[in-house]
T-cell receptor, first 112, second 115 residues
């Protein structure tokens, strides 16, 4: 079993839809959680960073962490075609030299 | 502008040749990383360096080598010993030298193709 599970998709939604992207993890030592966005043939860029259970909002993006269920989500409101990208979750294993563990990424297409 | 640059953007190599991928950052970050990305396999860590003149193997270091002679530079050599080098290579940096810190900033990547 992988430490981090992320459905690779692809996920296709119409413009304006609410998108929900999810990752589950198995190791309770994970303390810090990130979402990165990667456009095709580009490097990933950090979108959201959280370290506690609950929600964190930044514009149209909301990151949610549920440590009791070992589950994190990224919600995108009013999705736009420019949101079409691969979204990767990443988390820090504080018990293993703070190694960053990556999900495989979910491919999202927002159709105009 | 601060950031991470990688060159070249596309690189073609014949079998049996070594090639070196460049990574430079002007963010004054201590730590630097090399990943390779293959379809369906996500990001896999090749090497990382937390400080100048020091580096450690990641999860898939075989067939690769690195150096860290300057803080801003972390070149990756793909040797002929790497059996399947065709991939997208990403360099990243982070400000914290104490470990694989939380936030990593990525370059634009180099796509290597072995002919």
């Amino acid at each position: 079993q992988k430490e981090v599970e992320q459905d690779p998709g692809p996920l296709s939604v119409p413009e304006g839809a609410i998108v929900s992207l999810n990752c589950t993890y198995s190791n309770s030592a994970f303390q810090y959680f990130m979402w990165y966005r990667q456009y095709s043939r580009k490097g990933p860029e950090l979108l959201m960073y959280t370290y506690s259970s609950g929600n964190k909002e930044d514009g149209r993006f909301t990151a949610q962490v549920d440590k009791s269920s070992k589950y994190i989500s990224l919600f995108i409101r009013d999705s736009q075609p420019s949101d079409s990208a691969t979204y990767l979750c990443a988390m820090v294993n504080a018990g293993n030299n703070r190694k960053l563990i990556w999900g495989l990424g979910t491919s999202l297409a927002v159709n105009p | 502008d601060g950031g991470i640059t990688q060159s070249p953007k596309y690189l073609f190599r014949k079998e049996g040749q070594n090639v070196t991928l460049s990574c430079e950052q002007n963010l004054n970050h201590d730590a630097m990383y090399w990943y390779r990305q293959d379809p369906g396999q996500g990001l896999r860590l090749i090497y990382y360096s937390q400080i100048v003149n020091d580096f450690q193997k990641g999860d898939i270091a075989e067939g690769y080598s690195v150096s860290r002679e300057k803080k801003e530079s972390f070149p990756l050599t793909v040797t002929s010993a790497q059996k399947n080098p065709t991939a997208f290579y990403l360099c990243a940096s982070s400000p914290d030298r104490t470990g694989h810190t939380d936030t990593q900033y990525f370059g634009p990547g180099t796509r290597l193709t072995v002919l």
